[in-house]
């Protein structure tokens, strides 16, 4: 805290400070080259891991590596860093929705540490999401360093996130389509130039530090029109595939929650039981970019009953995995089931019609890749350039996009949202730039509350208060005890006109008798998204606002619009 305060601007910083985009794009530039550091180094780690285990594997105990490693990973979050178990894309979002991008520093280490003890220990998960919230903490805490406001640092975590995922892929289009995608969720140019600099400048990292080389190479694929009209039903597959793995997980993290054992021990026996599974489909262990790459190849040798099997073992042990408290991402494991389960279809359609002369099954697999990934995320330009940059795969664009787009309208039927935002979603707390809950979210009761109502009591004749209304510029009048000053109720002008034109009422009528005692109130704590809600669902424009039974103002529609309109202007400029 004491270098914050301390830090000065130098004078020729000013050009930076008076240009807006100036200023985001030098910031992304820094914040890609740390988070594609930050990818190298965990990628380095989990090789190093691998060769240093490989030689116990060989050993009948060997399924209780990943339990080790999935226990120390639970271990060092819970105990030492404080954190909660899991993958941490949902904490990223969260962060953009509610508090500007703010996120921790001790995020941009925290799950390289663990995810590297869980996936290079054997755990079915990938590194990319650990990345992805490393890259996050990396471009918030340097906005906050630089003191920048929370449009700025949204689009520094953005821009880590982008870096991150292009570094560990070589794949700046993804990553940059990603962080908008998924992480920001708004197309603007304002975010869209200063992440696709960081996506250059992290993919850079990862070009110079290990090589220029696409993650899966493959064969040409010459695709027929056949091949096309069957990657409907591929589809179909891997959006069904995407819907299990989605309930798996929620399912399995369910269940773990409800065990009465530590939470170590929990993740332990997740990671013992993906290390029996592994004994038998050893291509369920660890992220599996290996297995990948043989069937993108069309070199796996495996027969359909068994691919199949792996496909759906690959789906329990990263449920066991990650729904027990290990830590890594779902996008290996997509790309393993995937490929998987593009291979078990192949397989099928040579099967049931042998004389057709269909694609090689490596052409299948990776269309599997795209099915799952944009099915799992509900992000289907993610799984497009995701798949044609890590393959190379340009020429089978078109099936690509037929399996994203069915796969991703499949997947968003079933389940509204996303395996990333279903939680956020369920608990009200996915709030995107520029919507209504987050504008509003922005603003409370306090800030909107109109004091300069004239109270009366419920004992005050019709007479007194008919010189009142001529005094006031309002329709609404709280009614309070004469003797205690509670809440009563409200009078409305529409409630005394049967009695204006009838001069002898005025000193028989008192407002007790004629006050609205049903009143809907709202509380300063409300959430205005609610209070606008209950507004339209019982056609009021003006609603009291009551704390300890006692009326502190009112709230009124047309202040509550008003501000709502100053306040998207202000989270809308650039």
Request: aromatic share 8%; net charge neutral; with cysteine.
């Amino acid at each position: 805290m004491r270098i914050l305060k301390s830090w000065r601007y130098p004078a020729s910083w000013n050009i930076f400070r008076l240009d807006d985009r100036l200023l985001l794009i030098l910031m992304a530039a820094i914040v890609g080259n740390c988070s594609g550091l930050a990818a190298v180094i965990l990628n380095r780690s989990l090789v190093a891991m691998f060769e240093w285990l490989h030689h116990l594997r060989h050993y009948w105990w060997v399924f209780v590596l990943p339990a080790v490693g999935a226990a120390l990973s639970s271990l060092f979050l819970d105990k030492i860093v404080k954190e909660g178990a899991g993958h941490g894309v949902p904490e990223v979002i969260y962060s953009v929705s509610r508090y500007g991008g703010l996120l921790r520093f001790r995020s941009s280490f925290s799950r390289l540490i663990s995810s590297c003890l869980t996936i290079g220990s054997g755990g079915s998960a990938g590194p990319e999401a650990p990345v992805v919230i490393s890259g996050a903490s990396i471009g918030s805490n340097i906005a906050k360093f630089f003191s920048l406001n929370d449009r700025q640092r949204v689009t520094l975590v953005g821009c880590g996130a982008a870096g991150a995922i292009s570094s560990i892929f070589n794949a700046p289009i993804a990553g940059m389509v990603f962080a908008i995608e998924v992480i920001i969720g708004e197309w603007k140019s304002v975010n869209i130039v200063p992440i696709a600099i960081a996506s250059v400048a992290g993919t850079e990292v990862s070009r110079i530090l290990q090589g220029n080389q696409i993650a899966f190479s493959h064969r040409l694929f010459s695709i027929d029109l056949i091949d096309i009209i069957a990657c409907l039903g591929l589809a179909i597959l891997t959006a069904a595939a995407s819907i299990l793995l989605t309930r798996m997980l929620r399912s399995m993290h369910e269940i773990s929650g409800r065990i009465s054992a530590p939470v170590w021990l929990r993740a332990a026996a997740g990671g013992c039981a993906v290390g029996i599974i592994g004994i038998f489909l050893p291509v369920v262990l660890g992220e599996g970019y290996h297995s990948v790459r043989i069937m993108i190849e069309g070199a796996f040798s495996q027969g359909l009953v068994i691919v199949a099997l792996a496909a759906l073992a690959k789906i329990v042990a990263t449920s066991l995995t990650l729904g027990s408290g290990g830590s890594g991402g779902i996008f290996a494991p997509c790309l393993v089931i995937g490929s998987l389960l593009g291979l078990t279809y192949h397989h099928s359609l040579v099967l049931l019609w042998p004389s057709v002369s269909w694609v090689n099954e490596g052409c299948f697999a990776l269309l599997g890749m795209a099915g799952l990934i944009s099915g799992m995320l509900q992000a289907p330009l993610t799984g497009i350039f995701l798949i044609v940059e890590i393959t190379g795969g340009y020429e089978v664009i078109l099936p690509l996009i037929i399996v994203s787009a069915i796969s991703t309208t499949l997947c968003h039927y079933i389940e509204p949202a996303s395996y990333y935002l279903k939680d956020l979603v369920e608990l009200g707390h996915l709030l995107r730039p520029g919507t209504d809950a987050r504008v509003l979210s922005d603003l409370n009761v306090p800030e909107i509350l109109e004091r300069d109502c004239i109270t009366v009591n419920q004992n005050m004749l019709l007479r007194d208060f008919i010189n009142i209304v001529k005094k006031s510029h309002r329709n609404y009048f709280p009614v309070e005890n004469e003797e205690t000053g509670d809440f009563m109720g409200i009078i409305h002008l529409d409630d005394i006109r049967p009695y204006l034109f009838n001069p002898i009422m005025y000193d028989a009528v008192v407002l007790g008798q004629i006050m609205d005692t049903k009143v809907e109130v709202v509380h300063p704590d409300d959430d205005l998204s609610e209070v606008l809600r209950r507004m339209d669902a019982n056609r009021l424009f003006s609603m009291p606002v009551v704390i300890n039974n006692r009326f502190i103002g009112l709230i009124s529609k047309a202040t509550l619009l008003d501000q709502y309109r100053k306040e998207l202007m202000v989270q809308t400029s650039h």
